[in-house]
């Protein structure tokens, strides 16, 4: 599983960003105030760019089914306003963050909306058809399955085979590749992200990265008290939480591209 250009983008801006200090964000926090903005920004871009709205920190704002299409929104805040129905899209929403807010019926309808927090928010009827939702948090939210998806949605389903055995892998201590066979009967779950984790492995093998070496056992980067050997079955020794969302949580972590498990434990 290779990393679409979108998500390679959004990596690459992710390490590059420099925080903007809060006193610099703009705050809007009177539907007047928006209204005009959003009238002068519309104007200003046309039908060439995207109307400028990032940073800024919608407060207490009533856009219960508000047109708010086609908006840069990108790190921007929305704390205790009514989003109930608003319209957000084709609006690039990278990084933005709800807080306290109602966000029933909200559209992202083909929305960049990479590294949204949705983190205690009430998911129900969110329109996500079309959207790219890679790196997002559906930790703690409310009713994640009650959103609405389609063909086109990204990142929501689960990139490994729900039902039966498949190949994953891991990157151990001194670089020590581990190949793993996941059988059909683990459990196995996937957020939004390229990572997962199972109940069960049997350790196929282990190389070293150029896979010139082999090795008949690697021990775990995170519990140096785990290892695992070649031809063993492996479970996890604090358990196996089955809530999908919860991404750093007990299981057996696992990439399915050998490459990507490389790349990310090289950082």
Not at 25 to 39: M, R, T
Not at 128 to 157: F, H, P
Request: hydrophobic share 35%; net charge negative.
């Amino acid at each position: 599983m290779n990393f679409s250009q979108s998500e390679i983008d959004f990596i690459r801006d992710a390490e590059a960003y420099v925080p903007v200090p809060e006193s610099e964000k703009p705050v809007i926090d009177s539907e007047d105030e928006l209204e005009q903005l959003l009238a002068e920004r519309r104007a200003a871009a046309g039908n060439a760019v995207m109307p400028d709205f990032m940073h800024s920190k919608f407060t207490g704002l009533d856009l219960h089914g508000r047109d708010m299409t086609g908006l840069d929104l990108r790190r921007a805040t929305f704390d205790n306003c009514d989003l109930n129905g608003t319209d957000f899209s084709g609006s690039n929403m990278d990084h933005v963050a709800f807080y306290n807010n109602d966000l029933k019926n909200m559209k992202l309808c083909g929305c960049k909306a990479r590294g949204c927090s949705f983190r205690f928010q009430d998911m129900t009827g969110i329109d996500l058809s079309g959207a790219n939702i890679y790196a997002s948090v559906l930790e703690d939210a409310l009713n994640q399955d009650k959103v609405i998806t389609d063909e086109n949605t990204e990142w929501y389903r689960m990139r490994c085979p729900e039902e039966g055995p498949f190949i994953a892998w891991k990157c151990c201590t001194d670089l020590r590749v581990v190949m793993m066979l996941v059988p059909a009967d683990a459990k196995r779950c996937m957020a939004t992200m390229e990572t997962g984790r199972v109940s069960k492995v049997k350790v196929l093998k282990i190389t070293s990265i150029d896979e010139s070496e082999s090795y008949s056992w690697a021990q775990s980067t995170v519990d140096q008290d785990f290892y695992y050997e070649v031809g063993k079955w492996i479970e996890p020794a604090n358990g196996f939480q089955e809530d999908r969302w919860k991404d750093s949580s007990p299981g057996i972590h696992f990439f399915l591209d050998r490459q990507q498990c490389i790349d990310y434990q090289s950082k």
